[in-house]
Every structure is written in C-alpha cells, then in structure tokens.
C-alpha cells in the first residue's frame, strides 16, 4: 500500500510560481510512472502531466506545456510539479498518482492505482 501526501499548494496571484511535491510512503516509486492530475469546482478531474518511471521522460497536456515541469526524486520517493506563469483558470485541487510498470502515453484513462488527497491550488487574477 503506498500513501501519497501532497504538498506546496496555496494563493498566489497570476504569474506567480508554486512547486507541488507528493511525497509517497509505505512503498518505493522507482517502478511506477507518476502523474499529476486536477479538478476544478464543478468540473471533472483532468490529466495535468507524467513522468515514466522507465527513463524519466515527461508527458504534459497543451495548456501546461511551457509552464509546468514535472520531475521526480526515486532516492526521496518524492514527485514535483513546478508550475510556472500560472493563471487563474490553473485554480483546482491538484493531486499525484501512481501507474505501476506503466509505460508509453499516460492518460486519465491509464490504469492509475494509488492517489493522494490533493493540494489546493488558487490563482487571483
């Protein structure tokens, strides 16, 4: 059983910085791809970005691109997402997964497996 505790969430304003972790205990991540995922208020929650845990590479949706750089950390078990230039409709409840041996394209349909409660993220225009 893996717990994932996210972190680093708050209220900034547009154009601001924040960098999220998900830190992640009772298991080792060097065999899961990690994701980055959030809701908005009265929406469905959505794929943010990925990171395999194969080779490191790196998958983002289009309206994150440029902005947000996932990484990870396997000697802390610890997932990031630096969010950079962020704007008001990046406001949501962002939240880390794991995706065991999983590789190639991730998605939200991707076989996600364990999940973490989430951080709250507000942008003010």
């Known amino acids: 059983q893996v717990l994932l505790v996210e972190s680093g969430g708050g209220l900034v304003q547009a154009g601001a910085s924040l960098r999220l972790s998900c830190a992640a205990s009772?298991?080792?991540?060097?065999?899961?791809?990690m994701g980055w995922f959030r809701q908005a208020p009265g929406k469905d929650r959505e794929f943010v970005a990925s990171i395999s845990w194969i080779d490191g590479s790196t998958y983002y949706v289009d309206f994150v691109k440029g902005r947000f750089t996932i990484s990870r950390d396997n000697a802390k078990n610890t997932l990031f997402l630096q969010m950079n230039t962020l704007r008001p409709e990046d406001t949501a409840v962002y939240s880390c997964?794991?995706?065991?041996?999983?590789?190639?394209?991730?998605?939200?349909?991707?076989?996600?497996?364990?999940w973490g409660q989430g951080t709250q993220v507000t942008v003010s225009s």
């Open positions: 009772g298991g080792t991540l060097s065999s899961y791809t």
């Open positions: 997964a794991t995706c065991y041996y999983c590789s190639g394209s991730m998605s939200s349909h991707s076989p996600w497996d364990y």
